[in-house]
């Protein structure tokens, strides 16, 4: 069974499996996780990453992969492990081309960092991905009068299905499954528009107010964290 990955309640120890040729950058990739409270597991190249994660394939909850290693690629690896499991794969380049990309997508990965990276969207995105496949097997979201049925894709307010936008409903969805956590605007930037989103952070708080709006007398479960954010309380 996955680990339950929602906001702060990340399971300590949670492991992560992080495969490249350079021991410096398997040793501060370990660091970033390990400060966040991640077990690591490390492989100096393809196919000892394939071996480890086939000797515990329910325990390994992540895999981030060097797209660049010996005796097999990232891309190679990540193939063989879709063979076997739907864990969440990060393939790490210094490769930018579209081509490179979509082959690693193709292959089975979830997502791509490209080196240099920055530490904190790293574990952010490690995070994001971690809490994707947790929520994944959950169906359905209940807090007091409010519901989201995630297979639907549809929100109900005291039994009554409200209308929300693509990005309302993914808003509304992210501050749930993280609730009573306060989220900085930067956050929420992060992980509803995305990284590569570079417009105004005051579009959130236009979402939120329209959210506020349409969920009536559960609106004031989106609560603002004056000078910061918001977070989802009941």
């Not at 399971?11 to 040729?21: R, Y």
């Not at 991905?129 to 519901?147: F, I, P, W």
Request: include cysteine; glycine fraction near 6%; proline fraction near 3%.
């Amino acid at each position: 069974m996955a680990n339950k990955i929602l906001g702060d309640e990340r399971v300590s120890g949670t492991k992560i499996l992080v495969a490249d040729d350079e021991a410096r950058m398997r040793r501060l990739i370990r660091d970033f996780l390990e400060a966040a409270g991640y077990s690591v597991v490390e492989a100096e190249n393809g196919r000892r990453a394939v071996e480890l994660f086939c000797a515990e394939p329910s325990e390994i909850r992540l895999l981030v992969l060097d797209v660049m290693m010996p005796e097999m690629n990232g891309w190679e690896v990540c193939r063989e492990v879709r063979r076997l499991s739907d864990v969440p794969i990060i393939m790490l380049t210094a490769l930018s081309s579209e081509s490179d990309e979509i082959e690693g997508f193709e292959a089975g990965a979830d997502d791509y960092v490209s080196k240099p990276f920055s530490p904190k969207v790293f574990v952010a995105r490690v995070e994001a991905m971690l809490r994707r496949s947790a929520a994944d097997e959950v169906s359905e979201l209940a807090v007091g009068g409010l519901r989201i049925d995630k297979k639907a894709h549809a929100v109900y307010v005291n039994g009554e299905e409200i209308y929300l936008s693509l990005k309302e409903y993914d808003l509304l969805l992210y501050l749930i499954e993280n609730r009573g956590m306060t989220l900085d605007r930067e956050r929420i930037l992060n992980n509803v528009w995305n990284y590569d989103y570079f417009g105004d952070a005051r579009t959130i708080d236009t979402h939120i107010t329209k959210l506020r709006k349409k969920l009536g007398p559960c609106g004031d479960m989106l609560q603002t964290v004056r000078g910061v954010g918001y977070k989802f309380e009941k």
